[in-house]
Nanobody, 116 residues
Framework: QVQLVESGGGLVQPGGSLRLSCVAS????????MGWYRQAPGKERELVAS???????NYADSVKGRFTISRDNGKNTVYLQMNSLKPEDTAVYYC??????????WGQGTQVTVSS
């Protein structure tokens, strides 16, 4: 059973920064794409950024130039560095992991609140 554990959320002022981390643990085979999604109140969950095992990344237009996704394959960990945060970035952020030989997994979510 694979588990994803996120950390790093919190309250930050507009223009501030946060770094989210997500560690995959358990019996892991062929970890593939890892990514971050977010869901604001009353809105659907949306992709923020994703990254392949080879380091190819993909970003939502709303975060390009402000957020950076990275991963450490040896530690089964994915990071999301969020800079120049805006109030509209406020949401619950979820880590997602896709595998070639196992079902995909979601983390429990971490709250990010951007407010003065």
């Amino acid at each position: 059973q694979v588990q994803l554990v996120e950390s790093g959320g919190g309250l930050v002022q507009p223009g501030g920064s946060l770094r989210l981390s997500c560690v995959a643990s358990g019996t892991i085979f062929s970890l593939n794409v890892m990514g971050w999604y977010r869901q604001a109140p009353g809105k659907e969950r949306e992709l923020v950024a994703s990254i392949t095992t080879g380091g190819k990344s993909n970003y939502a237009d709303s975060v390009k130039g402000r957020f950076t996704i990275s991963r450490d394959n040896g530690k089964n960990t994915v990071y999301l560095q969020m800079n120049s945060l805006k109030p509209e970035d406020t949401a619950v952020y979820y880590c997602n992991a896709e595998f070639l030989l196992q079902p995909g997994r979601w983390g429990q979510g971490t709250q990010v609140t951007v407010s003065s």
